[in-house]
């Protein structure tokens, strides 16, 4: 899938081969605006993260394209057909809540089998459909259990394998991992993702986990106030932010105050930084720098190259996170993660200073 330009406003990347096109979506509740004229397209088979803070709208949008809210203004297309009205058992979608929704009078291969009861199977299809999905997410031989003798990790897959059963053409994902714990999560994200590719299926999942997000995502919308500020690929969407939300939002943020001086300096109070050519030139705002960017090992030539107190640092198992103040910009402070094979090269750095460099590549500057 070639690299999508990333897109500053509530209006997402389009192509003519979308398979789900949000036109211009508005929701309003009362005075509150939950969803502000978005519009976004996602490809067959791609794999769609709405990420945001609570309160942003990603919920409300996954419930308008289920049917379950109804738009004030703009339209759903799904395969090309115009969902935007349809009751919600006509719209061809498999859904996974966070609460799982399983039936606990029904046994696994019972609720399984809930959602083929529509479909026009035979008694025996249907058996062997749900004996199918348990083999592909690992429950094979709990068929006649009851959702109260699963773990929550195994109810989660059951409730998966149920809106899979009937090869919906768009799987829509409501913080499905949320309530699960750490160790469970991360497996269940791994196996989200390879039944997704493996189906081939449209996906759309609402999350407020940004790890989530980057694990599981090929695109990522970030939605801010009922709009979307960026849709992008993980990488450039943490590399690359469109706007200071999605740079503060996503991952740690270094922010430093600045003045341009020429094309490439700007300054930063007594300092003078050099920095890349940029499309849009702004002449003063925020200067933005992730932490693990910061080179604390810089060679004597290095660009943006000064000195610096090491005010606290923290262990992070895989790495550790520094805290740097400035010589030249007391009372500001500096995040700088390093691994910890640069960590064990570095002296007893408590309380004293070292070299540190902002390289310019990592530089990005907002109005």
């Known amino acids: 899938m070639p690299t999508p330009l990333s897109t500053p406003a509530n209006v997402a990347a389009s192509s003519s081969d979308a398979f789900l096109s949000i036109r211009n979506i508005r929701k309003r509740f009362g005075a509150f605006t939950a969803l502000d004229h978005v519009s976004l397209e996602v490809g067959k088979g791609e794999m769609v993260c709405l990420l945001g803070p609570s309160g942003c709208g990603k919920t409300t949008l996954l419930r308008t394209i289920a049917g379950l809210e109804k738009q004030d203004d703009g339209s759903i297309h799904a395969h090309g057909r115009d969902i935007s009205h349809l009751p919600p058992q006509s719209r061809d979608y498999g859904i996974l809540f966070q609460s799982y929704a399983l039936f606990p009078n029904l046994t696994v ?145 270094n922010w430093l105050p600045f003045q341009r001086v020429s094309e490439r300096q700007v300054s930063v109070g007594p300092l003078m930084l050099s920095v890349e050519q940029e499309k849009q030139k702004v002449d003063s705002g925020r200067l933005f720098c992730r932490p693990e960017a910061v080179d604390v090992l810089p060679a004597v030539d290095a660009a943006n190259r000064f000195s610096a107190r090491v005010v606290d640092q923290i262990y992070l198992g895989n790495r550790y996170r520094m805290m740097l103040e400035l010589d030249e910009l007391p009372g500001r402070r500096l995040m700088a993660d390093v691994s910890n094979d640069v960590r064990a090269q570095l002296p007893d750095v408590s309380a004293q200073r070292m070299w540190i460099a902002l390289p310019q590549h990592s530089l990005h500057l907002f109005a």
Do not use: C, W
């Open 109 to 253: 291969a019972q609720n399984v089998a809930y959602g083929l009861n529509a479909r026009r199977m035979t008694r025996a299809q249907m058996q062997q459909r749900v004996t199918d999905m348990l083999a592909m997410i690992g429950l094979a031989g709990s068929e006649k259990k009851y959702p109260g003798q699963l773990s929550g990790g195994q109810q989660q897959r059951v409730a998966l394998a149920r809106a899979l059963a009937p090869s919906p053409s768009l799987l829509l994902l409501d913080e499905p991992l949320s309530a699960l714990d750490a160790q469970v999560r991360e497996h269940l994200q791994l196996e989200i993702r390879r039944l997704q590719k493996e189906f081939n299926i449209t996906t759309l999942m609402v999350t407020h986990d940004q790890e989530e997000a980057m694990v599981m995502s090929d695109r990522i919308a970030i939605m801010h106030h009922g709009r979307i500020e960026q849709f992008d690929t993980p990488d450039r969407i943490y590399r690359h932010p469109a706007t200071p939300f999605v740079a503060d939002f996503v991952g740690q943020a």
